[in-house]
């Protein structure tokens, strides 16, 4: 197993960061550690937490979610409780982030607030469920430079339309 304590670690800030928010669960906690993880390995060739995700029905999630969420409630440092369908995890504790840089906890910021705004779990899980999402296997792992995988996809209705019509303005249909 990798290192899990920048995982567990992770988890603890962001359900201190966000735990308390409306309709903010389970689902939205993975979305932030894989997008955050990947789109820093992307930037940096170097992720934040080196989680090793899979793919499971909702999107990516860290291959040891679990166990690190287990381990922090076993802790005291995180509680867990189910509300209809959201599985709602609260940090009970400050969390420790001294071994995250800076730019590193501005991306997880950055993610916690645009999934929480933005999303809905359902919307956020069909932006992660892109073109490597779905041709894995239920429990394979997904790299994390397979966020790049989203941008080899077929245009949206919208854009293809907006092209079309701009090849059309050009001449070239």
Same mark, same amino acid.
């Given at each position: 197993m990798r290192d899990i304590e920048k995982?567990?670690? =992770? +988890?603890?800030? $962001?359900?201190?960061?966000?735990g308390k928010r409306d309709w903010f669960g389970a689902t939205k906690l993975y979305k932030v550690l894989w997008f955050a993880d990947a789109?820093?390995?992307v930037l940096t060739k170097k992720p934040i937490t080196g989680a090793v995700y899979i793919r499971e029905k909702h999107g990516p999630v860290p291959k040891y979610g679990i166990v690190a969420r287990r381990e922090l409630e076993k802790a005291g440092a995180i509680r867990t409780s189910k509300e209809g369908? =959201?599985?709602?995890i609260v940090a009970l504790s400050r969390p420790d982030v001294s071994i995250f840089s800076v730019d590193e906890l501005?991306? $997880?910021d950055y993610w916690i607030n645009? +999934?929480?705004k933005e999303h809905t779990? !359902?919307?956020i899980s069909d932006r992660s469920h892109d073109y490597a999402w779905d041709i894995a296997k239920m429990g394979e792992e997904l790299p994390l430079f397979a966020v790049l995988a989203n941008r080899i996809r !077929?245009? !949206?209705e919208r854009e293809l339309g907006r092209l079309q019509q701009r090849?059309?303005?050009?001449g070239l249909v």
């Open positions: 995982l567990k670690r =992770l +988890i603890h800030y $962001v359900a201190w960061k966000a789109r820093q390995f369908n =959201l599985t709602r501005r991306a $997880v645009h +999934i929480d779990a !359902e919307s !077929e245009p !949206e090849a059309k303005d050009l």
